[in-house]
């Protein structure tokens, strides 16, 4: 497995911007996402980027957030921005050694949590108005 450390979450006004980073270690993962999870809620795909690959959105993010890999530091991030109370929640960093199309079974989307094996603690959004 990967092991994953995220960190940058915190509170921030409608509007505002955070930077979320999700360090590696362990393995190199091939496919990395960003998933979140607000209360009472089941966990959802954000965004997800592969080595050399394309990257993938929910439909309510794109145009805001932008998910990049720095190869050299093995690291991810997650770059929110006109944020909303709506994605106040605990995102979470998932990565697999497999291909993206792979872990989601070719399926089109991020595919499902259980299908990522490695996991990060996961880090908090707040977003207030």
């Known amino acids: 497995h990967v092991q994953l450390v995220e960190s940058g979450g915190g509170s921030v006004q409608v509007g505002g911007s955070l930077r979320l980073s999700c360090a590696a270690s362990?393995?190199?993962?091939?496919?990395m996402a960003w998933f979140r999870q607000a209360p009472g809620k089941d966990r959802e795909g954000v965004a997800q980027?592969?080595?050399?690959?394309?990257?993938t959105y929910a439909e309510s993010v794109k145009g805001r957030f932008t998910i990049s890999k720095d190869y050299a530091k093995n690291t991810l991030y997650l770059q929110m921005s006109s944020l909303k109370p709506e994605d106040s929640a605990t995102y979470y960093c998932?990565?697999?050694?497999?291909?993206?199309?792979?872990?989601?079974?070719?399926?089109?989307?991020?595919?499902?949590?259980?299908?990522?094996?490695?996991w990060g603690q996961g880090t908090q959004v707040t977003v207030s108005s």
């Open positions: 998932a990565a697999d050694t497999r291909r993206c199309s792979v872990v989601t079974g070719g399926r089109p989307g991020m595919g499902r949590p259980t299908q990522y094996t490695s």
């Open positions: 362990g393995y190199t993962p091939y496919c």
């Open positions: 980027i592969e080595t050399g690959g394309p990257t």
